[in-house]
């Protein structure tokens, strides 16, 4: 047993969790700090006194209210993005272009997810099912979306990449692209044979939309109650799981460091006996797997499909990457982080900034305008680009 802990590198299992919760509380402080300043300006103006003169509370109040609970939403959808991102920056390390399928590979690991349990709910099963038992159909839908999304992202790298492998890296990503569109079309013809319906719902089950009260705290007359939904917490902490999984992966094992040498350079990690096709296959399952557990979390937290489910999630996730550093895993798990904060509390706050002038479809303007300045001064990302430098 000691011989065992022995071998575990717990500093790479420590390390990752001290990332996201810096991450988390850096983030979440910096964007308090702007919206609460912007709430107090505003409060003296026109726009403080008129909107919430009827309620008896002011601007900065209202803000301070409802910060705790857009801070915890804003963490469940960033983490989410640094999953999915996670796949586009581990292909990109090895290979050096952006797999578009990827998102699709997300739709279809939410689709598989959502049918297992649909499929359990129509025998009965789900419906008189302990709370354990619901927790492990949860866990079944997840496995199946891996397994399956994996397989798939395996299975497009074998014949849509590898022929184009030493081909201009513009042709590998009109592939990707190519194959992206297929995948939609694919999922839209199974699901018009199978069950002739375009949208798909997660089914109600077990108790993931109950919430449970953190705490609660008075602000003047107005009481705060902190609170987070059963299937919020399971999104973050199966994305946390994922991320140290990863992070172990590519960082503690020889796998990892098989990883490390093909991103390095491919001919000399072949002329050291590692076959790198391999581990370019294996790549793409670590990555697919990834994408199809968060696009299964995605179904658990949003309830609703359809076959277009992965593009905008794979476009968050596609910026995320690019906002962290591409190619670098720490910058992917900091720019979905950031990415999801900036679009809940820009969605949270902006209707209420600007007295109803610009609403919640707005809010990815201050996501994308942020991923502009970002590529202007620091082309690199946040983290920095993590490729490898060929001679």
């Known amino acids: 047993m ?39 300006i505003l409060d003296r103006t026109v726009i403080g006194q008129t909107l919430f003169e009827r309620l008896n509370v002011s601007l900065y109040t209202y803000t301070l209210i409802n910060l705790p609970q857009v801070a915890i939403d804003g963490l469940t959808i960033g983490f989410v993005y640094a999953a999915i991102a996670l796949g586009y920056t581990m292909v990109y390390g090895v290979l050096e272009f952006i797999n578009f399928a990827h998102s699709e590979i997300f739709a279809v690991g939410a689709f598989v997810g959502v049918e297992i349990l649909i499929a359990l709910d129509k ?44 081909a201009s890296r513009l042709v590998p990503l009109i592939s990707a692209i190519g194959v992206s569109f297929l995948l939609q079309d694919v999922i839209r013809l199974v ?27 008075e602000l003047g007359a107005t009481n705060i109650t902190l609170g987070v939904s059963i299937k919020s917490m399971i999104v ?30 491919h001919p000399t990690a072949s002329l050291m006996g590692i076959d790198v096709n391999r581990i370019i296959s294996l790549t793409f399952l670590v990555g697919g797997m990834l994408g199809g557990a968060a696009g299964v979390l995605y179904a658990l937290k949003f309830t609703r499909i359809d076959a277009f489910v992965g593009f905008f999630p794979g476009l968050k996730a596609f910026t995320a990457a690019v906002l962290g550093g591409i190619g670098n ?29 610009a609403g919640t479809e707005y809010k990815d303007i201050f996501a994308f305008s942020i991923l502009i300045l970002v590529l202007i001064f620091r082309p690199q990302g946040l983290m920095g680009a993590n490729v490898a430098q060929k001679a």
Do not use: C, W
């Open 191 to 217: 699901e018009s044979l199978t069950t002739g319906q375009f949208n798909r719902i997660f089914p109600t089950f077990g108790n993931f939309d109950r919430r449970v009260i953190l705490g609660k705290m």
């Open 2 to 40: 000691k011989r065992f802990f022995k071998s575990i590198n717990i500093q790479e299992l420590l390390r990752p969790l001290g990332q996201l919760v810096f991450f988390s509380l850096g983030t979440t402080v910096v964007l308090s700090a702007v919206v609460l300043s912007l709430a107090l």
């Open 123 to 166: 025998f009965g099963i789900l419906a008189g099912s302990s709370l354990v038992m619901a927790y492990i159909y949860l866990i079944l839908a997840i496995v199946g979306g891996m397994l399956v999304a994996g397989g798939l992202a395996v299975a497009v790298e074998r014949v849509a990449y590898r022929p184009l492998r030493h």
């Open 329 to 357: 895993m720490t910058g992917a798990l900091l720019g979905g982080i950031v990415l999801g904060m900036l679009e809940t509390y820009a969605g949270s706050y902006m209707g209420v900034f600007t007295m109803g002038a």
């Open 236 to 265: 973050i902490l199966s994305a946390v799981l994922m991320l140290v999984a990863l992070n172990y992966l590519v960082n503690a094992t020889k796998i990892g460091k098989a990883i490390r040498a093909v991103a390095q350079d």
